[in-house]
């Protein structure tokens, strides 16, 4: 079975910083798919970034970098130069992986973000 | 700009009622997914599909929910009798699978059972 942990319940950042949002998972899969997506108030789930367990660089998108550390078991998403439009709800979340995956996704609870002017 | 998109998006009935959720995914996304949100549970999996054959339900209760995909273009997912605990956000996603990792969501159904 496949967990995900989001530690942190809701996080504040200045506008124009750099946040980080934990995320810890477990695991006894050799091949797996980290997530991370954003939920807006409004409440449609967008996707931000990927990293597949064998892959050796770190993700990024933009704004957006997973911070992957695979002894650790950890998958933090790293937000620079945050925007008022950050604010929502982050959710982690991991599959199996592989090439004939179908990427089934288990959820963390998620983080609340509030970026504040 | 293909989205997902699921109707109703919002649905109020009686305990005892029927619901009947759909779903149409991207055109040519071949894998769909049934997700639940709720405030306790967070977001689960309930079933997704490949090619319009099932391949996994473990995560939805047998006896009152079903899910088919009578076509290419039509997912649903069904609630009967419904109960008052089923209220929710019920979301859709598509995906190119197997091996192709993003998921889209459509807007999402909110269920509420009286």
């Known amino acids: 079975a496949q967990k995900i942990t989001q530690t942190q319940p809701g996080m504040f950042v200045q506008e124009k910083e750099a946040v980080t949002l934990d995320c810890t998972y477990d695991?006894?899969?050799?091949?797996?798919?980290l997530f991370w997506y954003k939920q807006p108030s409004s409440g449609e789930m967008i996707f931000l970034i990927y990293?597949?367990?064998?892959?050796?660089q770190n993700a990024t998108e933009g704004r957006y970098s997973l911070n992957f550390q695979k002894a650790r078991k950890s998958a933090n998403l790293v937000i620079s130069a945050s925007q008022l439009g950050d604010s929502a709800m982050y959710f982690c979340?991991?599959?199996?992986?592989?090439?004939?995956?179908?990427?089934?996704?288990?959820f963390g609870k998620g983080t609340l973000l509030t970026v504040n002017p | 700009d293909a989205r997902v998109t699921q109707t109703p998006r919002h649905k109020v009935t009686e305990m005892g009622q029927e619901v009947t959720m759909r779903c149409q995914p991207i055109?040519?996304?071949?894998?769909v997914f049934w997700y639940r949100q709720t405030m306790m549970q967070g977001l689960e999996l309930l079933a997704y599909?490949?090619?319009?054959?099932?391949?996994?339900d473990s995560g939805m209760p047998k006896d009152r929910f079903s899910a088919e995909m009578p076509d290419a273009t039509l997912a649903t997912l069904k609630i009967q009798p419904s109960e008052p605990r089923d209220s929710a956000v019920y979301f859709c996603?598509?995906?190119?699978?197997?091996?192709?990792?993003?998921?889209?969501f459509g807007p999402g159904t909110r269920l509420t059972v009286t």
């Open positions: 996603a598509s995906g190119l699978g197997p091996g192709v990792y993003e998921q889209y």
């Open positions: 695991t006894s899969d050799q091949s797996y798919g």
């Open positions: 990293q597949g367990s064998y892959d050796e």
């Open positions: 979340a991991m599959s199996p992986g592989g090439g004939g995956s179908n990427y089934k996704l288990t």
């Open positions: 055109l040519g996304h071949n894998t």
């Open positions: 599909f490949r090619n319009r054959a099932p391949l996994d």
